[in-house]
T-cell receptor, first 114, second 112 residues
Framework: DTEVTQTPKHLVMGMTNKKSLKCEQH?????MYWYKQKAKKPPELMFV???????INESVPSRFSPECPNSSLLNLHLHALQPEDSALYLC?????????????FGQGTRLTVV | QKEVEQNSGPLSVPEGAIASLNCTYS??????FFWYRQYSGKSPELIMF????GDKEDGRFTAQLNKASQYVSLLIRDSQPSDSATYLC????????????FGKGTRLSVIA
């Protein structure tokens, strides 16, 4: 089973809204990631959590706030987003963090900011 | 600057032919190499990974790695229209904890 589940699949939000994206995996993976992907571009790393601790923040604006409540869950809290933040948001997980570990992606959340 | 280069395509091949997708990387310390397939509007799906020099086969897919030339490729035998997608090459180096570096992807079109 290599399933990473993301909810919701689609989200439309206004610039003053607060919303959250959720990601769950039950593979016992200890590293979880948030990526942002714009059309016709590769995934762009936002955050990495390793053993429930934030390991990498790729200079992401504070309107994106990650949270890892436990080893199976990863959230991305959204507040005061801009239309240019509209994108496909991907969660991924891997057994470890570093080389020689395969990362598996969830189905993504298609976010539209209006 | 760690870079992963791919030809953006589109690469068009007739149904039944072999599709050859190429990827070069700049960091000689790179140790792990991954191929993801991404259909339009969908998330990337891991289809192959390779860690050692040489070939690795899985069904119709073969990954080839040449670390001396800093080159990794993906061959798809008996290409099908359902193989039409963007193929992303991703590389990880083995120097501590580092994230995957993605290429821009190659768009493959298999013509029936």
């Amino acid at each position: 089973d290599t399933e990473v589940t993301q909810t919701p699949k689609h989200l439309v939000m206004g610039m003053t809204n607060k919303k959250s994206l959720k990601c769950e995996q039950h593979m016992g993976h200890r590293a979880m990631y948030w990526y942002k992907q714009k059309a016709k571009k590769p995934p762009e790393l936002m955050f990495v959590y390793s053993y429930e601790k934030l390991s990498i923040n790729e200079s992401v604006p504070s309107r994106f706030s990650p949270e890892c409540p436990n080893s199976s869950l990863l959230n991305l809290h959204l507040h005061a987003l801009q239309p240019e933040d509209s994108a496909l948001y991907l969660c991924a997980s891997s057994q470890g963090w570093g080389a020689n570990t395969e990362a598996f992606f969830g189905q993504g959340t298609r976010l539209t900011v209006v | 600057q760690k870079e992963v280069e791919q030809n953006s395509g589109p690469l068009s091949v007739p149904e039944g032919a072999i599709a050859s997708l190429n990827c070069t990387y700049s960091d000689r310390g790179s140790q792990s190499f991954f191929w993801y397939r991404q259909y339009s509007g969908k998330s990337p799906e891991l289809i192959m990974f390779i860690y050692s020099n040489g070939d690795k086969e899985d069904g119709r897919f073969t990954a080839q790695l040449n670390k001396a030339s800093q080159y990794v490729s993906l061959l798809i035998r008996d290409s099908q229209p359902s193989d039409s997608a963007t193929y992303l090459c991703a590389v990880n180096i083995n120097a501590g904890n580092t994230p995957l570096v993605f290429g821009k992807g190659t768009r493959l079109s298999v013509i029936a």
